[in-house]
């Protein structure tokens, strides 16, 4: 294992880094443009939950149909199949809101919230109190720095067995097709949610080096995890009761609306973050990246493509993310990582997928380095 100084040195004599002084601290942006934003958009917005529940309702429509397959003909199945397709964007549109939900902008807390959290996580085998400590506390506080759990991993951390299945996974320059688009898409959620739960459940434990970066919780909170863990299991043990384990009911039913889903919130969280530079100052027009979607998909998926806004207000109703789209465009011209969905995925596909200092990046080996896309090096300082 490296030691913790080797894994927080970066290379920086590779290309010119982005100076403090031009990066603006997140409270900044929040503090210049919370008073322009209307005092409703900082309100709980109760009536997702309908759509919460609605989404609930489509996936127990969906199983209920799956187990009667069977006894459906062969050359019918796949009537079925526009069903999974809309049960796996319920997967997605379940994430999204609990995404909302846990940051106080679908409801104050309350007696239900633990309750709610958990369905709305189950499909994504996500603990709520490892979602709440991993991305409320962590990821937002630590945004695409060093301490980010969420970021690319470093080529200076040790090829460990996380390092290298995250290398087949995730779309980059020298991706494998096969793994990538048969394996990477369905299957990575699934690697990331375990790599962090194991390294909280197993050791809790900073120095863990399989995942891009370790955080601990409180020792109740890891007693809490496990048994949300294992109602999770349980929950989706019984979906597999019902449907017989019957591997054609399963198929459709089961692991084609999970993958559907996982692959689609995948999509979001690739561009989120991983062709941004990294910073030692949460600086979320510098460290994230806000994408753009058919309205359709914004109007489905609760405007999650305004991610560096979100990152700005993460407790402001998902309504008002492209009014603060607009004022970052009039107060920070120029300054916001905005792009087309299908650019940033170019992106990705063009770039490697590891750190080599916060504005390189490099591949696995080492061998192919070039600069972040979107370093905004000369970027005009604010402060």
């Given amino acids: 294992m490296k030691s913790e100084k080797s894994l927080n040195t970066l290379d920086k004599t590779a290309t010119p880094t982005l100076g403090k ?19 409703e958009a900082f309100t709980p917005d109760g009536s997702k ?11 127990l429509l969906g199983w209920g149909i799956a187990a009667r397959l069977d006894h459906w003909p062969v050359y019918l199945l796949w009537l079925y199949l526009p069903l999974a397709l809309i049960m ?13 939900f846990m940051h106080g902008s679908v409801q104050k807390k309350s007696r239900m919230t633990e309750i709610i959290s958990f369905l709305g996580f189950a499909m994504l085998f996500m603990p709520p109190t490892q979602w709440k400590s991993l991305h409320n506390i962590v990821h937002h ?17 040790p090829n460990t067995w996380g390092k290298r299945i995250q290398n087949f996974f995730v779309p980059s320059l020298d991706f494998n097709p096969f793994w990538f688009f048969i394996v990477g898409m369905a299957g990575s959620w699934l690697f990331h949610n375990f790599s962090n739960l194991s390294s909280i459940l197993l050791f809790n434990n900073k120095s863990v080096d399989y995942v891009p970066a ?3 919780v409180s020792a109740r909170d890891r007693w809490t995890i496990a048994l949300e863990f294992m109602g999770i299991l349980c929950l989706h043990f019984s979906i597999l009761f019902y449907l017989d384990f019957h591997p054609l009911k399963l198929a459709f039913g089961y692991f084609l609306p999970l993958a559907i889903g996982h692959s689609g919130i995948m999509f979001y969280i690739y561009t989120n973050h991983l062709i941004c530079r990294m910073t030692s100052v ?3 027009l510098i460290n994230s990246l806000s994408i753009r979607v058919p309205k359709i998909v914004d109007l489905l998926h609760f405007n999650f493509s305004y991610h560096t806004e979100h990152h700005i207000f993460p407790s402001l109703n998902s309504d008002y993310y492209p009014l603060v789209q607009d004022l970052i465009q009039i ?3 120029g300054r916001m990582n905005l792009l087309d969905a299908d650019e940033a995925w170019q992106l990705l596909m063009e770039t490697p997928r590891h ?4 504005v390189t990046l490099t591949d696995y080996l080492g061998e192919n380095s070039v600069n972040c896309p979107l370093d905004n090096s000369a970027v005009t300082p604010f402060l």
Wanted: charged fraction near 15%; proline fraction near 8%; aromatic fraction near 10%.
């Fill in 331 to 333: 107060h920070y011209p």
């Fill in 21 to 39: 002084e031009t990066l603006i601290p997140h409270s900044v942006y929040a503090k210049k443009l919370r008073p322009l934003l209307p005092s």
């Fill in 141 to 157: 506080s630590q945004t695409n720095s060093l301490g980010d759990p969420d970021r690319n991993y470093l080529y200076q951390q």
């Fill in 214 to 216: 370790a955080f601990t």
């Fill in 88 to 100: 796996g964007n319920s997967i997605i549109a379940l994430s999204f809101i609990s995404h909302d």
């Fill in 49 to 59: 939950l309908v759509i919460l529940f609605i989404n609930m309702g489509i996936l």
């Fill in 282 to 284: 949460n600086d979320p």
């Fill in 355 to 358: 750190y080599k200092d916060e």
